[in-house]
């Protein structure tokens, strides 16, 4: 690893980092052109909601169950959430007419043995509301972006801020990949994802970025690929130990937890992991590679 060089093999991240993301940009550019590759819940199209308290702990074989008894019904698999104190479930789905929902209501009943009064609420989203989210979704990535742009660029220059701009976006693309190939509910769980790892990987870069700044006052004579390499060298181990420790407990939640938890630890450890290795092998070579450029640039002779 003493030898390995990240500045060197930069194209070679650069490349993974484009597969990586392919599938993410592809269904956010088909998107307008009526092509929808997501799994979009109620919160984003509209639908309607149910929440029933089933009068016992919700498990993995509840839910499953209520699916399965749903399912038939309205002929598409619904969003199952636990909700309140573990005993009771919304049941998100598309707009339903009256009979249909009499319909789900007594397959519920008879499913689970239940009360009418379990049934406590039944509420409309409409398609507009789901309009104002998605607004709501890019404006808050939007602003947490320039934010921190802004606060990188203070504290250390602007292309460290751009570099690390390039690398949250980098993560979200991927995150977005993974709602896309795993099919997973894009709903108001993906602006909490999304936030998150924006939190995580700016962190990340910014312990490299320190590094890099410190070795930059201690080895003036040092070119802009070595400082970088030897900054990766000393920060990755902690960036390293960091992502494993959160990873431990995010997986456990996969492993243990209710589809619900499962639908927003799945893109929060793919964005953890994607958070840890642009970090690493994307912004500081990009911040040697915009440097670089501009040393070449200003020790051009000036052709006026």
């Not at 689970?112 to 104002?132: C, H, I, M, T, Y």
């Not at 870069?205 to 400082?227: G, H």
């Not at 030897?230 to 959160?246: A, D, G």
Request: glycine share 6%; aromatic share 8%; proline share 3%.
């Amino acid at each position: 690893m003493k030898n390995f060089s990240v500045t060197k093999n930069f194209k070679y991240f650069a490349i993974v980092s484009v597969l990586l993301v392919a599938v993410g940009v592809f269904a956010l550019l088909a998107a307008p052109f009526g092509l929808n590759l997501f799994n979009m819940d109620i919160d984003f199209t509209g639908g309607t909601t149910f929440t029933y308290d089933m009068g016992q702990q919700v498990t993995g074989d509840t839910v499953q169950q209520i699916q399965q008894a749903v399912g038939d019904i309205v002929g598409a698999t619904p969003s199952v959430v636990t909700t309140g104190d573990g005993t009771q479930v919304m049941i998100k789905t598309h707009d339903l007419d009256s009979e249909t929902r009499d319909a789900l209501h007594q397959a519920m009943v008879d499913t689970f043995g239940l009360e009418d009064s379990a049934r406590q609420d039944v509420q409309n989203v409409s398609p507009s509301v789901g309009k104002d989210m998605q607004a709501a979704a890019v404006k808050a990535c939007l602003v947490a972006a320039v934010l921190m742009l802004l606060y990188i660029t203070i504290r250390f220059d602007f292309k460290s801020g751009f570099s690390a701009v390039i690398c949250l976006i980098h993560d979200i693309l991927v995150m977005i990949s993974a709602y896309v190939i795993f099919q997973l509910p894009l709903n108001m769980n993906f602006i909490a994802a999304a936030l998150t790892i924006f939190g995580y990987s700016i962190n990340a870069t910014i312990i490299t970025f320190d590094r890099i700044r410190e070795n930059q006052r201690l080895s003036r004579r040092e070119s802009y690929d070595e400082v970088v390499d030897k900054s990766v060298r000393q920060s990755m181990t902690r960036n390293i130990n960091t992502t494993l420790t959160t990873l431990f407990t995010i997986v456990m939640i996969i492993i243990l937890g209710v589809p619900s938890l499962r639908n927003f630890a799945i893109p929060i450890t793919i964005g953890i992991v994607s958070g840890a290795y642009s970090s690493i092998f994307i912004a500081a070579p990009l911040w040697a590679k915009m440097k670089k450029s501009e040393k070449k640039k200003k020790t051009m002779p000036n052709k006026g």
